[in-house]
């Protein structure tokens, strides 16, 4: 019975020894870096897209000669957007619903 236990105590030092040692290598490891779902970059995506058309559509100018032309590709620069909101909704699995 003596002997059964000296084993068993010899094994589980080395094994925690083992582990001492072990353990600066593993905190001494880089955190991996966070995947990023492919919905939560076109979510990304769309916002940068929304974001540039916003700071478009604020720059333009009532009074300026260029007006017309402005306008005009705010509203291609919007249509693309929307073809773009149109892809990811279309991409999507399963409709997405959120809690209030």
Known sequence: MKFSTQKYLAGLLTLLFGLFLLTPAIAARPAPEPTVSPLAADLQALLTEA????????????????????????SQASSTHIASIEAVDASLSAPLTLDA
């Open 51 to 74: 974001t540039a058309l916003n700071t478009q559509f604020a720059g333009i100018s009532m009074g300026a000669d260029t007006f017309c032309s402005e306008l005009v590709t705010a």
